[in-house]
């Protein structure tokens, strides 16, 4: 069985600790943006009688935080020097700053917190609108993700959920947070929508389905998820024509469910011989074989593999090249595992909103690698499609 190692070395890559670098670069750099707007004052190209001086330009200075070495861009003037000077009081306070910049992050970036931050690096008396646009930058990123075209054609398509705590009508609710990628025809993953509803249901799924297709996603060849059933029939309603691949790693977890501990590791094996053959035809005698041995003794277990065979299978219709990568959601679950440590420190969240702000953040960072590498590559399949046309 191809168990999800939330150790692999694609994690041990991500750090953590460098969202909360990202959130305190990016305050700092909007501040010192203020601080800039105040000794020049205006904004960027603005005309104003008021206008004390003109910027000249930028540099970069490293600053060590109490998470880590960050590089920031320093607007400067002309005449009144550079904003750099609020880097003095943050010298004084790192770790207080720090904490209270991660804290907003985490209680989705509130006024008040966000006020705690701004006042501590530029003085009492910080106007609104200061606050507004400190909030504003880091509200847009989770926006970009939402309202962004699907650029290309999604050759896979994988679904899964995973679970938090946020406050909702003032109590604390168990509710779901739906995640969806894709590989485009370029071969590439890409993060395509992440909602936060109050269950994972058919309605929930069918309302992300929607929002991507509005978004443009077209020509999907194949959804690969879990078992879940309202995600099942969404699909089905949705996207008619495109097979279902269920995830084998969570159908084999189903059936060792059904089976007594001192057999399980056999039973694995007999598992992994089944989904890892060679061909669909040789996969069907393995498994009838597996019927044939075990019916009488775990006829639940093979019951269960029985039912779920065909979904499970999907993947021997494509390259072969891409089976170890399409037949699971591990791709999706180690998405998981990130946003699951991150939650750990965050607790329950203050409300739905803030929780969709923190997991985008956390997925944006995850994935930002997913440009500069393949996933698989998608011109096999669309040779195969060209032989199946002729």
């Known amino acids: 069985m191809e168990e999800f190692n939330a150790s692999s070395e694609e994690e041990r890559q991500v750090d953590i600790r460098s969202l909360f670098l990202g959130a305190i670069r990016l305050t700092l750099e909007t501040l010192l943006e203020e601080e800039i707007r105040r000794i020049v ?22 600053l060590l935080t109490s998470m880590g070495l960050i590089e920031l861009q320093i607007p400067r003037s002309r005449v009144d020097g550079s904003a750099g000077r609020i880097l003095g009081r943050y010298k004084r306070r790192t770790q207080e700053i720090d904490d209270a910049i991660v804290e907003a992050y985490v209680n989705g970036v509130s006024t008040r917190k966000m006020e705690n931050v701004t006042g501590a690096l530029m003085g009492e008396g910080v106007s609104p609108s200061t606050v507004s646009r400190v909030t504003k930058v880091l509200d847009e990123k989770v926006e970009e993700l939402r309202l962004s075209p699907v650029p290309e054609e999604m050759a896979y398509l994988y679904l899964d959920a995973s679970f938090l705590d946020a406050r909702w009508a003032r109590r604390v609710e168990n509710v779901s947070a739906l995640l969806a990628y894709g590989v485009g025809l370029e071969g590439k993953r890409k993060l395509l929508a992440i909602t936060i509803g109050p269950r994972e249901s058919e309605e929930s ?8 297709m509005n978004r443009g996603l077209q020509r999907v060849r194949l959804v690969i998820a879990d078992d879940h059933a309202g995600l099942v029939a969404a699909v089905k309603h949705l996207l008619p024509e495109t097979p279902l691949q269920r995830c084998t790693v969570h159908l084999e977890r189903n059936i060792l469910d059904k089976t007594p501990h001192r057999l399980r590791k056999r039973i694995g ?64 679950e180690r998405l998981h595992v990130e946003v699951k440590r991150r939650i750990r420190v965050a607790g329950a969240f203050p409300d739905r909103a803030s929780a969709l702000r923190l997991i985008t953040a956390v997925l944006l960072h995850v994935t930002e690698i997913w440009d500069d590498r393949q996933y698989l590559d998608v011109s096999l399949l669309r040779k195969e499609e060209k032989k199946e046309a002729a």
């Open 41 to 62: 004052g205006a904004g960027k190209w603005i005309r104003t009688g008021a206008r004390k001086s003109h910027r000249n330009g930028s540099y970069f200075r490293e």
């Open 205 to 212: 799924w069918a309302d992300l389905l929607k929002q991507l």
């Open 269 to 332: 094996r007999e598992l992994r011989g089944i989904f890892q053959a060679a061909s669909f035809s040789e996969a069907r005698s393995r498994m009838e074989a597996f019927k044939h041995d075990f019916s009488k003794q775990l006829p639940e277990a093979v019951e269960c593999l029985e039912s779920g065979f065909k979904a499970a299978t999907q993947f021997f219709a494509f390259p072969k090249e891409h089976w170890r990568k399409i037949r699971t959601t591990n791709g999706v």
